[in-house]
């Protein structure tokens, strides 16, 4: 039974920084891509970061140039660097990891940016 644990989630400033953390417990098999999503209150949760098992990133737009995605394999872990936040990138940020069989969320970190 694989699960992903999200860490690293808290209130900071503007242009402030915080590194999201995502470990999986369990043995993934079959593993394609993975990534980080967020939703706001009163939004629908979008996706922010992903990577694939290939090692190609996508980001989305509002985030290129401050987020960064990346995995240890070794550790089973994926993280979101954060940089220069904004409030509007405060959110529950979920991470997700997709295999050839199914898909697996975490339960969610909040990150709240203060103006």
């Known amino acids: 039974q694989v699960q992903l644990e999200e860490s690293g989630g808290g209130l900071v400033q503007t242009g402030g920084s915080l590194r999201l953390a995502c470990a999986a417990s369990?043995?993934?098999?079959?593993?394609?891509?993975a990534g980080w999503y967020r939703q706001a209150p009163g939004k629908q949760r979008e996706s922010v970061a992903t990577l694939t098992s290939s090692g190609i990133t996508n980001y989305a737009d509002s985030v290129k140039g401050r987020f960064t995605i990346s995995r240890d394999n070794a550790k089973n872990t994926m993280y979101l660097q954060m940089n220069s936040l904004k409030p509007e990138d405060t959110a529950v940020y979920y991470c997700k990891t997709t295999t050839l069989f199914r898909v697996y969320w975490g339960q969610g970190t909040q990150v709240t940016v203060s103006s």
């Open positions: 369990g043995t993934i098999v079959g593993y394609a891509a």
